[in-house]
C-alpha cells in the first residue's frame, strides 16, 4: 500500500521545504502524480529533472494545520478548500498527461511516417481533438501556457518567439519539420506534386527566388512582371487555338482563382447586357472541380448540377436541359479531374451557342498537357478555342505545365469579357485602385517561375516530357488491363485515370497498397483510386502494378466493406453514417485548432 511522505517533496512545494503533515487529498494527488511520473520517466519520454519546473507552473495547494484540519473535518477547513485542493492537484496530473501525450504522438509521426500502421492525418487529428477536449485536459492547461522559444524543438510554437535562431540552426529545423511528409521524389505518391525530375525543376527554382520579393501590385515598379505575365498569357492563347488579336486574360495564383474569376466575368456580363435575370444560374456538370461550386456561394450563381452518361462525360441532353432563361454560362471540364474523361466540348459548346450562352472549360489539369499529347499523335478530343462555342479556358500553370505552385491562367476568346474580370475603386482615400484578378499582392516569384519554365522548354522540351509521361501511363493501363479484377474508368486521353472494379473492393485494396508505402488517393461514385502520372514514377511503375495485383488478390468483394465518404486531397476517409460535411469541417478546425 503507498504510504505517503511525511513532507511535500520540494517538487510540490514551490521550492520551499516544509513539514507540514500530508492530507488525504494531498496523498490520493501525490500517489497518482508520482506513479504517473514515474512510468513517464521510465519509459524515457522526460527526464525527472523536468517534473520541479514543469510543476511550478500549477498553483500550490494551501497547506492546513493539525488545528485547521480538526476545525473543518477529516479534509481540512471546507470541503470549498478541498474541491480546490483536489483541482489543483488534478490540473497538474493532467497537464503532465496532456504534456507528455502531445509529444508522444508527434514523435510517433516523426520516426514510424513510413510504417505501415501510420495514423492518417484524419485520425491524428481527430484524435488529438479528441483527446483536448475529455475531462480536465485543456488547450490552455499550465504546461501549454509554458514560454515557448525557437529552441524547443519538439513543441508546437504557439508563442511568438522571443529570440531568434541562427540561420543554420533554423535550416536545421525545417528539415526536421520535413522529415514527416511524403517522399514525394520517390515517386510513391500519385496526387498534389507535379515534377519533371529534372534541370527544368532547378530552373524554375532559381527563376521564383530571383523574383521573390517583388509584386505585381505594382506594374509601373516591377515592369520585368508585367512583361512576363503578358508572355505567359499570349503563349497560352496561342497553345490553345486562340486569335492573338482579340483573345486576352490573366495569371492567377490557382485553378480555383482562374473559375471563381471566370464566373464573376460572366455574371458582371450578365448585369449589364441580360439585367433581366436577377437570379443568374450556371450549368455544371456533376464531375466539374467543386471550385464552380464555391464561386457559385461567392457570387450568388446558382449551380445546376448536370449527370454524366456511360463514357462519364457530361450528358450533352441532360445539359441542354438544365438551361433556362436564368442562364449566364455552361461549364466543361478537359478533362475532369476524377476519372480523367474529356467532356464532349464540341457538342455542349453548340448547344451553349444556339443559347447565346459562354461555355467555360475548366482545362486546369489538362490544358497544358493535352496539346502536347495530341501533337505526340494520342486522341484529343477538341477542346480548346478551335471550338466554335468556346469562350474561355482555365490553364493552371503549376500542374502539367511545371511551373510552380500559385501560377495559372484564365484566358478569353474576347478581350471584352476580360473587361468584366477586373475591378476598379476610385473613391478610396489612399488613390485609386485598380485589380485585374482577386488578389492585392501579385507574387513575383509564381510569374517569373511560370514564364521560365516556358521559355526553358518550347514546345520540343514539353513533347519530350509529356511522351515521358505517356509512356508511363500505358505501361500502368497495360499492368492495370492484366489485373482481371480492375478496370479504367472512362477512356481518359492522357495521363489523368481512375482504377475501380465490379468484383473486389476498391477501398481495401487502397489500404492494403498504403501497407507497401504507397500515398492513394480514393474516390466514391464509383468506388476507385486515384492516379496521376508524371516522370518521377517512370522508375515506380512495375512495382506499384505488381503491389496493386497483391493488394487486388483474395480482396473482399466490392461494397462489402463499411466504406465512408473520401477526402480529396487526402489519403483518409471518414466513417460510415457520418455527418460528412460537418465532419470535414471538423477536420479542417482541427487542422489549425489542435
Known amino acids: 500500500m503507498f504510504t505517503a511522505p511525511a513532507t511535500w517533496p520540494l517538487a510540490y512545494s514551490s521550492g520551499r521545504r516544509t513539514s507540514t503533515t500530508t492530507s488525504p487529498e494531498r496523498t490520493i494527488a501525490y500517489a497518482v502524480a508520482t506513479s504517473i511520473s514515474s512510468a513517464v520517466v521510465t519509459l524515457g519520454h522526460l527526464p525527472r529533472s ?318 497544358f498537357a493535352l496539346p502536347f499529347v495530341r501533337e505526340l499523335g494520342y486522341q484529343v478530343p477538341a477542346f480548346d478555342f478551335s471550338v466554335p462555342g468556346v469562350t474561355s479556358i482555365a490553364a493552371d500553370m503549376h500542374k502539367y505545365g511545371y511551373g510552380p505552385k500559385g501560377s495559372s491562367t484564365i484566358l478569353y476568346r474576347d478581350r471584352g469579357l476580360r473587361r468584366y474580370q477586373f475591378a476598379a475603386y476610385t473613391d478610396w482615400p489612399g488613390g485609386i485602385l485598380a485589380s485585374p484578378t482577386l488578389l492585392g499582392t501579385r507574387p513575383g516569384g509564381a510569374i517569373a517561375g511560370a514564364w521560365a519554365a516556358i521559355v526553358y522548354e518550347g514546345r520540343e522540351g514539353y513533347r519530350r516530357i509529356f511522351s515521358t509521361v505517356m509512356q508511363a501511363t500505358q505501361r500502368l493501363r497495360d499492368g492495370i488491363a492484366s489485373i482481371p479484377q480492375l478496370n479504367v474508368i472512362g477512356d481518359p486521353p492522357m495521363s489523368v485515370l481512375a482504377v475501380g472494379s465490379d468484383e473486389v473492393d476498391m477501398m481495401t485494396v487502397a489500404d492494403r497498397l498504403e501497407t507497401r508505402k504507397w500515398r492513394i488517393d480514393r474516390q466514391r461514385d464509383p468506388d476507385s483510386i486515384h492516379l496521376i502520372v508524371n516522370p518521377t514514377h517512370v522508375p515506380v511503375i512495375d512495382e506499384f502494378v505488381d503491389d496493386l495485383r497483391w493488394a487486388t488478390h483474395d480482396a473482399p468483394p466490392a461494397g462489402s466493406a463499411d466504406n465512408g465518404a473520401t477526402l480529396y486531397g487526402v489519403t483518409s476517409r471518414l466513417e460510415a453514417g457520418a455527418d460528412v460535411e460537418v465532419a470535414v469541417l471538423d477536420q479542417l478546425e482541427s487542422r489549425y485548432d489542435s
Not at 475529455?134 to 529570440?163: K, N, W, Y
Not at 519539420?177 to 525543376?201: F, M, P, Q
Not at 505594382?218 to 508572355?231: C, D, I, N, V, W
Open 50 to 367: 523536468h517534473l520541479v519546473p514543469l510543476c511550478r507552473h500549477v498553483p500550490r495547494p494551501e497547506r492546513t494545520s493539525p488545528a485547521e484540519r480538526a476545525a473543518g473535518g477529516v479534509f481540512g477547513r471546507s470541503q470549498r478548500k478541498t474541491t480546490n485542493r483536489l483541482r489543483w492537484n488534478i490540473e497538474m496530473i493532467t497537464s503532465v498527461i496532456d504534456f507528455e501525450s502531445r509529444r508522444w504522438h508527434r514523435r510517433c509521426l516523426a520516426s514510424h511516417r513510413d510504417h505501415p500502421a501510420r495514423p492518417s492525418e484524419l485520425g491524428y487529428a481527430a484524435g488529438q481533438r479528441s483527446f483536448s477536449g475529455s475531462p480536465g485536459c485543456r488547450e490552455g492547461s499550465a504546461i501549454q501556457d509554458m514560454s515557448v522559444t525557437p529552441g524547443s524543438a519538439d513543441q508546437p510554437l504557439s508563442r511568438f518567439p522571443a529570440h531568434g535562431l541562427p540561420a543554420g540552426e533554423l535550416r536545421d529545423r525545417l528539415r526536421a519539420k520535413s522529415s514527416g511528409d511524403v517522399d514525394w521524389r520517390s515517386g510513391r505518391i500519385w496526387s498534389l506534386v507535379y515534377s519533371t525530375a529534372s534541370e527544368h525543376d532547378d530552373v524554375v527554382h532559381e527563376a521564383y527566388q530571383q523574383f521573390a520579393s517583388e509584386n505585381l501590385l505594382g506594374p509601373t515598379a516591377f515592369p520585368s512582371l508585367a512583361t512576363m505575365e503578358k508572355e505567359v498569357v499570349w503563349m497560352l492563347l496561342d497553345l490553345l487555338g486562340a486569335d492573338p488579336g482579340t483573345a486576352g486574360g490573366t495569371m492567377t495564383s490557382g485553378g480555383t482563382e482562374s473559375i471563381v474569376l471566370a464566373v464573376k466575368a460572366y455574371r458582371d456580363r450578365a448585369r449589364v447586357q441580360r439585367p433581366e435575370i436577377t437570379a443568374p444560374e450556371m450549368v455544371v456538370p456533376v464531375t466539374a472541380h467543386p471550385a464552380f461550386l464555391k464561386a457559385a456561394d461567392l457570387l450568388g450563381v446558382r449551380a445546376v448540377p448536370v449527370p454524366v452518361d456511360h463514357t462519364y462525360g457530361a450528358d450533352p441532353a441532360a445539359f441542354a436541359a438544365a438551361m433556362s432563361r436564368s442562364t449566364i454560362l455552361g461549364c466543361a471540364s478537359a478533362p475532369c479531374f476524377p476519372y480523367g474523361v474529356v467532356d464532349p466540348v464540341e457538342e455542349l459548346a453548340d448547344i451553349a451557342a444556339r443559347r447565346d450562352v459562354g461555355l467555360h472549360i475548366d482545362a486546369t489539369i489538362g490544358g
